[in-house]
Each structure stands twice: as structure tokens, then as C-alpha cells.
Nanobody, 124 residues
């Protein structure tokens, strides 16, 4: 069992930066691949970024490649999402998720545990 709690969302102007954190409970955190997803009003929940359990491999959606960075600290049971050069279209509720599978998955069905989400709003 893994419980996830996101933090760090807020309001920022276009071009600004935000850093999200996801704190996990459970002794097996280091064995899970982790992902960040986002969901805008009226839209599906979309993959943003993922990282393997070791942190040695990451993968990004095309829309955030080069602007967002995912990382993890297994000693602190925490995964991070650094978001730079934010755009109004990045506005959404951001969720972190944990997958027991070794590979990074880009679809929600492969993730077993989800946080409650944190709102990110980018003003133009």
C-alpha cells in the first residue's frame, strides 16, 4: 500500500516556474515507478512525466519536454516535478501516481495509487 500527497501547486504568471512534490508513505516506495499526470477541466487525465524506480530513466510528454524535470529521492520517499517556462495551457490539477511495474507507463490504468492532486494555474 502506498499513499501519496502532492504539494507545491499555485498561481504563477506565464514564463514562471513552480516545483511540485509528492510525498509517499509505505516502505516499498523505492520499488515503484512514479508518474505525474494532469487534468484540465472537461479533459482527460494526461501523462506528463515518469521516472523509473531507480531514477535512472525518465520520460516526458512532448508538450513538456525541455521545460519540466521529474526526479525522485528514495531516501525521502518523495518525487518532484520542476516546471519551468510555464504556459497558460499547463493549467490543470496535477496528480502523482505510483506503478508497481518496472517500466514507465503513460496511461492511467497502469498506476495503482494516486494522490489527491494539486492545482496549478498559469495566468497569461
Amino acid at each position: 500500500q502506498v499513499q501519496l500527497v502532492e504539494s507545491g501547486g499555485g498561481l504563477v504568471q506565464a514564463g514562471g516556474s513552480l516545483s511540485l512534490s509528492c510525498a509517499a508513505s509505505g516502505r516499498t516506495f523505492s520499488s515503484y515507478a512514479m508518474g505525474w499526470f494532469r487534468q484540465a477541466p472537461g479533459k482527460e487525465r494526461d501523462f506528463v512525466a515518469g521516472i523509473r524506480w531507480s531514477g535512472g530513466s525518465t520520460y516526458y510528454a512532448d508538450s513538456v519536454q525541455g521545460r519540466f524535470t521529474i526526479s525522485r529521492d528514495n531516501a525521502k520517499n518523495t518525487v518532484y516535478l520542476q516546471m519551468n517556462s510555464l504556459k497558460p495551457e499547463d493549467t490543470a490539477v496535477y496528480y502523482c501516481a505510483a506503478s508497481p511495474r518496472p517500466r514507465i507507463a503513460t496511461t492511467t490504468g497502469f498506476y495503482d495509487y494516486w494522490g489527491q492532486g494539486t492545482q496549478v494555474t498559469v495566468s497569461s
